[in-house]
């Protein structure tokens, strides 16, 4: 009903900056929260950053005040700028969001992933 699709992962070194997008699309009456989360090799997922539908935001304390958030709603897209990238950022990152798809004549929430985009940062 709903698709994500990520974009913008990549290698880069360490230091530099990477900006990720998301793009939701589908029958979407409306969308609540948008985040961005991140798995590393045998870890488990985790939080990186989320934003409300006015803007809040919430960040993981690893990446407070190198990643910001952003979202365009009449897009139905997020954006996530890394900058002062670190080894340690290295995963694949998966874009999340939730709120109310047209399902028939009526409606239904959702909460959908996407497929997720790599992000490398060599030392």
């Known amino acids: 009903q709903v698709q994500l699709v990520e974009s913008g992962g990549g290698l880069v070194q360490a230091g530099g900056s990477l900006r990720l997008s998301c793009v939701a699309s589908?029958?979407?009456?409306?969308?609540?929260?948008m985040g961005w989360y991140r798995q590393a090799p045998g870890k488990q997922r985790e939080l990186v950053a989320v934003?409300?539908?006015?803007?809040?935001?919430n960040y993981a304390s690893s990446v407070k005040g190198r990643f910001t958030i952003s979202r365009d709603n009449a897009k139905n897209t997020v954006y996530l700028q890394m900058n002062s990238l670190k080894p340690e950022d290295t995963a694949v990152y998966y874009c999340n969001a939730d709120g109310v798809v047209k399902v028939g004549s009526g409606a239904s929430v959702f909460t959908d992933w996407g497929h997720g985009t790599q992000v490398t940062v060599s030392s």
């Open positions: 934003i409300t539908r006015h803007d809040i935001t």
């Open positions: 589908g029958s979407i009456i409306s969308i609540n929260n």
